[in-house]
């Protein structure tokens, strides 16, 4: 079982932070769009080009329970858990950086803000999917 932390239009997705950036590319070749957090049975490959790095998710089943987390913002970082394959497109305004994984199940990801001027959320891929974890059960509290 497959599941997306955002919805994956019919058409796919891709991402580019600038003419020169790496480019970051999903194809879906199942035809359909694929709603956030619906696991669906497919096949997923990666394909790293010199400059395009390329998701391709085609009819099939895989065994295994496989997140995939795909960002055009600001970023994030892998807190906890497995990374399987990650691409990224760095530059831009600020901290821009689109990114593109595959993680395994029990993986604590931490989206980061416009020069991390906000405080950021945190997503874990369980066997039911990708959910919000609140930061109170994540990071420790100072009391003064």
């Not at 694929?34 to 696991?39: H, L, R, T």
């Not at 049975?41 to 400059?51: E, L, N, P, V």
């Not at 974890?133 to 990071?139: D, K, Q, R």
């Given at each position: 079982?497959?599941?997306?932390?955002?919805?994956?239009?019919?058409?796919?997705?891709?991402?580019?932070?600038?003419?020169?950036?790496?480019?970051?590319?999903?194809?879906?070749?199942l035809?359909?769009?694929?709603?956030?957090?619906?696991?669906?049975?497919?096949?997923?490959?990666?394909?790293?080009?010199?400059?395009?790095?390329?998701?391709?998710?085609?009819?099939?089943?895989?065994?295994?329970?496989?997140?995939?987390?795909?960002?055009?913002?600001?970023?994030?970082?892998?807190?906890?858990?497995t990374?399987?394959?990650?691409?990224?497109?760095?530059?831009?305004?600020?901290?821009s950086?689109?990114?593109?994984?595959?993680?395994?199940?029990?993986?604590?990801?931490?989206?980061?803000?416009?020069?991390?001027?906000?405080?950021?959320?945190?997503?874990?891929?369980?066997?039911?999917g990708?959910t919000?974890?609140?930061?109170?059960?994540?990071?420790?509290?100072?009391?003064?």
């Amino acid at each position: 079982m497959i599941y997306f932390e955002c919805e994956l239009p019919a058409t796919g997705w891709s991402a580019c932070n600038g003419a020169t950036r790496r480019k970051l590319v999903i194809v879906n070749k199942l035809g359909v769009a694929i709603e956030a957090n619906c696991g669906i049975d497919c096949r997923i490959a990666k394909i790293d080009g010199a400059h395009e790095s390329v998701l391709l998710i085609t009819p099939g089943h895989d065994s295994r329970t496989l997140g995939v987390f795909f960002l055009n913002g600001y970023g994030y970082t892998v807190k906890e858990g497995t990374e399987i394959w990650t691409a990224s497109s760095i530059g831009g305004y600020g901290n821009s950086e689109s990114r593109i994984g595959i993680y395994e199940v029990g993986t604590l990801i931490y989206v980061h803000t416009y020069k991390n001027r906000r405080a950021g959320t945190y997503h874990r891929l369980t066997n039911e999917g990708w959910t919000e974890v609140p930061a109170y059960e994540i990071e420790e509290v100072e009391y003064v």
